[in-house]
């Protein structure tokens, strides 16, 4: 089987934080097996540059003093707070099911920038949303991709890898290149809710991620009616789909419709145990 080497080369939206430092050729003397999907393609980062120690040290500081404080702030007032005590440029994490994080941030962060992560396989009600929240919105929209095409991997490691390794495709079509989007920020935004799993049901409003970086969670007390009350009162752009039966919405070939009444995330990898795509593990 030919390895065809990470392929890059998006062009949607404000800019792309591509696979910088690609070389998309493997070393004469890489004897790993490229085509397990325990391997990822070579020659692409595949984890966050850590922040140096004082700068972690900082943001450590700021959750210590920050967090319990600013338990039962708004949204807004979290955002504010961002503004005032976060330096250099924080990302904006944006799964295009909602755009409440481009609204409540925009205007009231200042040096923010919306990422996106196109994996490839969304739906297409998805890249249209980030369309429109390329056009509304002021702030900058970065996207990021795989190293691999879906055909890239398709050839690397068999077709539909999502069907048999659902781990290893999130692991390469969102974790890794997560990582790599992260490493020009100092911050990031994220829309994780208490509410959404069991495993998010401790989140903190302030976070220090294992690179150092500080993770800010505005979102974390909402529910989904309140997430819904601001999308109708803001006049928000709204996910077609979410109107359809997707209240969870991810890759199109991994997330189901659900059943009105049942877990709004149970059509998510609705065949497999999988819960999490590791984003925010
Ligand atoms: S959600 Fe499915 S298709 Fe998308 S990256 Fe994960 S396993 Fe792959």
Same mark, same amino acid.
């Given at each position: 089987m030919t390895n065809t080497g990470p392929d890059v080369g998006f062009t949607a939206f404000t800019g792309l934080i591509g696979a910088s430092g690609v070389d998309g050729v493997p070393g004469a003397d890489d004897a790993r097996d490229l085509t397990d999907p325990e391997v990822s393609p070579p020659g692409v980062p595949t984890t966050t540059t850590p922040l140096d120690e004082e700068q972690t040290?900082?943001?450590? !500081?700021? @959750?210590?003093?920050?967090?319990?404080? +600013?338990e039962g702030a708004t949204a807004e007032e979290i955002l504010d707070w961002v503004n005032e005590h976060v330096s250099g440029t924080v990302a904006v994490t944006m799964s295009m099911q909602d755009t409440v994080?481009?609204? +409540? %941030?925009? $205007?009231? @962060?200042?040096?923010? *920038?919306? @990422?996106?992560? #196109? %994996? $490839? /396989?969304?739906?297409? *009600? %998805? +890249? #249209?949303?980030?369309? *429109?929240? #390329? !056009?509304?919105?002021? +702030? =900058?929209?970065?996207?990021?991709? =795989? !190293? /691999?095409?879906?055909? $890239?991997?398709?050839? %690397? /490691? $068999?077709?539909?890898? /999502?069907?048999?390794n659902p781990t290893a495709c999130c692991r390469m079509r969102k974790v890794e290149p997560l990582a790599r989007m992260l490493d020009p920020y100092e911050a990031w935004i994220s829309g994780v809710k208490r509410v959404d799993s069991e495993l998010r049901k401790d989140t903190p409003i302030l976070d220090v991620d294992r690179t150092g970086r500080l993770k800010i969670n505005p979102l974390a007390a909402w529910t989904d009616e309140d997430v819904e009350a601001y999308i109708e009162s803001h006049d928000l752009i709204v996910h077609p789909l979410t109107r359809q039966g997707y209240p969870s919405i991810g890759c199109a070939t991994c997330t189901l419709p659900v059943a009105p009444g049942d877990d709004p995330r149970s059509g998510r990898w609705a065949n497999s145990s999988k819960t999490e795509c590791g984003l925010h593990l």
């Open positions: 040290a900082a943001h450590r !500081a700021l @959750v210590d003093q920050w967090n319990d404080r +600013l994080l481009a609204e +409540l %941030t925009e $205007g009231r @962060v200042h040096d923010a *920038e919306m @990422v996106f992560l #196109d %994996t $490839g /396989y969304h739906f297409d *009600e %998805t +890249l #249209d949303v980030a369309r *429109e929240v #390329d !056009a509304r919105y002021s +702030l =900058p929209l970065r996207t990021v991709e =795989p !190293a /691999y095409s879906v055909a $890239g991997q398709d050839e %690397t /490691y $068999g077709r539909d890898l /999502y069907k048999r």
